[in-house]
């Protein structure tokens, strides 16, 4: 495993983050969690990423079991809040009574004191920002997070939040946002922000929800146990992918990676990790040779020839738009974040 700076903070973290929103936010059991957090730490994998939200709080105690009895000082545990963890209209949503509330609660799941990153989950229109960012830097202060992150901002709120933050004397040294060859959004407005702020990214979906391991193929049913055939999944994004264009052109690159002895899957996270802004990507597993697998990417170095001839097939599909940032306030407690 490699390791890098989460931006410019002294805060170091794996190249490679375990997530645990596939394993635990469907109907995958509790040994298949235990199994890939064993093969993630095998690897090398130090920093573990989850959310209050996931599983309705299953994903953040299966978590906690699974690193029970590992050295806390040599981990680096991310967890987010905002979505509705309850029934309540103050159990969501960045008010200073949901943070101060689901701090405690994330902390109990998990089974620890303290967690090295706590993450916004979504820019919440409906509360000031002052407030949630007092709140968080009580967090910090309280000694319950190091630093705090935030997930899905544009680069505008990200600038506000940061001045704030400094302002309170916290850092706020990452962003979580999607990004893979497919999902290029963040990178017009979003990264430069962060670059000149000393904002790392956390990326989240970095082999476009499986599309970029080359599963699927056009013209076939979809594998049995995929996500595309998971009711629990939720994903509206899956399906715009899941289209003959997209497919044959991703299927174009299984040459490519071949020639360079690596699966698709490596290639993919590979073109992810090159860019000088991504401090890790996120990783989540179906089973734990997934992640044995993929985390040899870290090793990997593309080339300009490479990298333009990825660009030259995906172009024609690829998302750009700033504006596909996907800011969301809560209606009400049964919306549900994807």
Not at 77 to 103: C, Q, Y
Not at 125 to 138: G, I, V
Not at 236 to 254: F, G, M, P, Y
Not at 307 to 329: F, K, N, Q
């Amino acid at each position: 495993m490699n390791f890098r700076h989460l931006g410019r903070s002294g805060l170091i973290v794996s190249q490679i983050a375990y997530g645990n929103w596939l394993t635990r936010n469907s109907s995958r059991n509790e040994d298949t969690e235990v199994a890939c957090v064993r093969a993630a730490l095998d690897a090398g994998i130090t920093t573990f990423d989850t959310a209050d939200i996931y599983a309705d709080g299953g994903a953040e105690e299966s978590l906690g079991r699974a690193l029970k009895g590992e050295r806390r000082e040599g981990l680096e545990i991310l967890t987010k809040v905002f979505a509705p963890v309850g029934p309540g209209r103050n159990d969501l949503g960045l008010s200073r009574k949901h943070i101060s509330e689901s701090i405690n609660q994330s902390l109990r799941r998990l089974g620890t004191d303290h967690v090295d990153v706590y993450q916004a989950h979504r820019f919440d229109l409906s509360t000031p920002l002052e407030e949630t960012m007092e709140a968080l830097a009580d967090v910090v202060h309280s000694g319950k997070a190091h630093y705090i992150g935030v997930s899905e901002w544009s680069a505008e709120q990200i600038r506000t939040g940061h001045a704030l933050a400094r302002e309170l004397k916290i850092s706020l040294v990452s962003n979580q946002p999607q990004y893979s060859a497919l999902w290029r959004v963040p990178e017009a407005e979003v990264m430069p922000a962060c670059a000149e702020l000393g904002i790392g990214q956390i990326v989240w979906s970095p082999l476009a929800q499986g599309v970029l391991t080359g599963k699927y193929v056009p013209g076939r049913d979809w594998p049995q146990g995929s996500r595309a055939t998971d009711s629990n999944d939720g994903s509206s994004v899956l399906a715009n992918w899941l289209t003959d264009d997209v497919l044959s052109r991703v299927a174009q690159l299984r040459s490519i990676a071949a020639d360079l002895g690596l699966t698709l899957a490596q290639f993919s996270l590979a073109w992810v990790l090159r860019h000088p802004n991504v401090s890790c990507a996120v990783l989540g597993a179906s089973r734990p040779e997934q992640i044995t697998d993929n985390a040899k990417a870290v090793d990997v170095r593309l080339d300009e020839e490479t990298l333009t001839r990825i660009d030259e097939i995906l172009d024609p599909v690829v998302s750009r738009d700033p504006a596909a940032t996907r800011e969301l306030s809560p209606p009400d407690p049964g919306w549900r974040l994807v």
